[in-house]
Nanobody, 114 residues
Framework: QVQLVESGGGLVQPGGSLRLSCAVS????????MGWYRQAPGKERELVAA???????NYADFVKGRFTISRDNFKNTVYLQMNSLLPEDTAVYYC????????WGKGTLVTVSS
């Protein structure tokens, strides 16, 4: 059984930074694309950033220049470095891993508020 566990969320002031981590465990051969999504109250889940196994990344326009996605294939872990956080970044952030199918974590809450 594949499990994804996110960590690193919390409360931060506008302009601050957080680093999210997502560790994938279980039995599988390899992880293909990995990504971070978010869902704010009353809104649909949306893609934040994604990264291929080879390290090619793409970002939603609303985070370009502020967030950086990275991964460690040996540790089966994906990261999201979030800088210059805005109140509108407040959401539950979910990790996604494409293996034999799409797997999701349970999410970690990020709250940006003064």
């Amino acid at each position: 059984q594949v499990q994804l566990v996110e960590s690193g969320g919390g409360l931060v002031q506008p302009g601050g930074s957080l680093r999210l981590s997502c560790a994938v465990s279980g039995r599988f051969l390899r992880i293909n694309d990995m990504g971070w999504y978010r869902q704010a109250p009353g809104k649909e889940r949306e893609l934040v950033a994604a990264i291929t196994r080879g390290g090619s990344a793409n970002y939603a326009d609303f985070v370009k220049g502020r967030f950086t996605i990275s991964r460690d294939n040996f540790k089966n872990t994906v990261y999201l470095q979030m800088n210059s956080l805005l109140p509108e970044d407040t959401a539950v952030y979910y990790c996604n891993a494409q293996i034999s199918m799409d797997y999701w974590g349970k999410g970690t809450l990020v709250t940006v508020s003064s």
